[in-house]
């Protein structure tokens, strides 16, 4: 959960009750392909609850990386405006945020705050992910997993409260 604390830590409150409004609950069984290698996705995706895997080859076979809840799904291609790079298919029964690519943009068109905000709470999430990564491949430090800049810190704390708020809001939906 640690990866979405670095992303809603970044956002105000009414960057995060913009998102609730804006965005749907998905509720996907075992077996649900979430992004398929090499084609478009229009939204971003938060989990929720419950589990995913991540294919490089089509075959899938060899995961690469599992993700649960406070895990970000399609950033990179929401970044770069490229189609993804891995396929990404439900493991376990999962309940995943999702917001549109085009309602997204639409907001950090209108809102300057928004769009620095979003743009700083990717690059920290990212920035999370590739250390992550790099230690996964052994040049990493694990001495230095968890330490955080005071600054993201305050951020974090306040990050925990919204990711509750979301879980609990689609929960109602149930």
Request: proline share 2%.
């Amino acid at each position: 959960m640690k990866r979405v604390l670095f992303f809603l830590g970044q956002l105000n409150d009414r960057d995060v009750e913009w998102m609730l409004q804006n965005g749907n609950r998905m509720m996907l069984n075992s077996g649900d392909q979430v992004i398929t290698k090499g084609e478009a996705i229009d939204s971003l995706y938060i989990v929720i609850s419950g589990q995913l895997a991540v294919y490089v080859n089509s075959s899938h076979n060899k995961c690469i990386a599992q993700l649960e809840s406070g895990d970000m799904v399609g950033e990179m291609s929401f970044l770069e405006s490229r189609p993804p790079s891995a396929s990404v298919i439900v493991t376990k029964p999962s309940t995943i945020f999702q917001i549109s690519r085009d309602k997204i943009n639409s907001r950090l068109l209108e809102n300057a705050e928004f769009k620095a905000n979003f743009y700083h709470a990717l690059a920290l999430f990212l920035s999370n992910r590739l250390r992550g990564t790099t230690d996964q491949l052994g040049f990493g430090n694990p001495e230095e997993d968890d330490l955080l800049e005071t600054a993201v810190l305050d951020g974090v704390s306040q990050a925990g409260s919204r990711f509750v708020q979301i879980i609990h809001r689609f929960s109602e939906a149930a």
